[in-house]
């Protein structure tokens, strides 16, 4: 089946969302790649999406917001921390186009349980930093739990100006209303 067609709106709209939240201070860094180097990386009834005949590995961030469960206000302490993911891009049987994450790391502790145990998701808890001074953006990842323990990542980036109109690249990699994952052996 083709892919959906990409747009800037979802495709379905969720009358009771589980989560809500908001993202700050992001950096979106990707790379192209064959599609054959990332599909044996995706769960089963996936295959990688393509723009232009490859497809892209991202390395992806940022400071989450005041997550929230279904429509109630963020929790400033618990729902408020740095996360930092690598996503590949997928489609599934039906066409739907969503993302497949191969780690998250997250510094709260709480939210990482819940990603793993609720939703089979790969966080993993980390100490981490974003900082930023002046156009300079930074990154720092310290693995805790669990594990490797001690794998380290440091990003800087020079914040860039605000896109009036998103290439079509940008909306490729930007216009995901889903996920892929693989939960106690079933595709998701």
Not at 19 to 36: I, K, M, N, R, Y
Not at 145 to 153: L, M, Q, T
Request: aromatic fraction near 10%.
């Amino acid at each position: 089946m083709d892919p959906e067609p990409i747009t800037a709106d979802p495709p379905h709209t969720e009358d009771r969302p589980l989560l809500t939240q908001s993202w700050l201070d992001l950096a979106f860094l990707h790379w192209a790649v064959e599609p054959g180097v990332v599909a044996p990386l995706l769960p089963a009834g996936t295959r990688p999406d393509t723009l232009n005949g490859v497809t892209y590995v991202g390395l992806v961030a940022f400071r989450m917001h005041r997550v929230g469960w279904f429509r109630l206000p963020g929790m400033p302490y618990l729902g408020s921390f740095p996360e930092t993911n690598v996503r590949l891009y997928s489609v599934d049987m039906q066409g739907r186009r969503g993302v497949v994450f191969r780690s998250l790391d997250a510094s709260r502790l709480l939210p990482v349980v819940v990603g793993r145990i609720g939703f089979g998701l790969p966080y993993v808890w980390s100490k981490m930093e974003v900082r930023r001074e002046g156009d300079t953006g930074g990154y720092t990842s310290h693995r805790r739990w669990p594990g490797p323990r001690g794998a380290r990542s440091r990003l800087v980036v020079r914040v860039g100006g605000l896109i009036e109109e998103p290439s079509e690249l940008e909306h490729f990699l930007t216009a995901r209303w889903g996920m892929h994952s693989t939960f106690f052996g079933r595709s998701l």
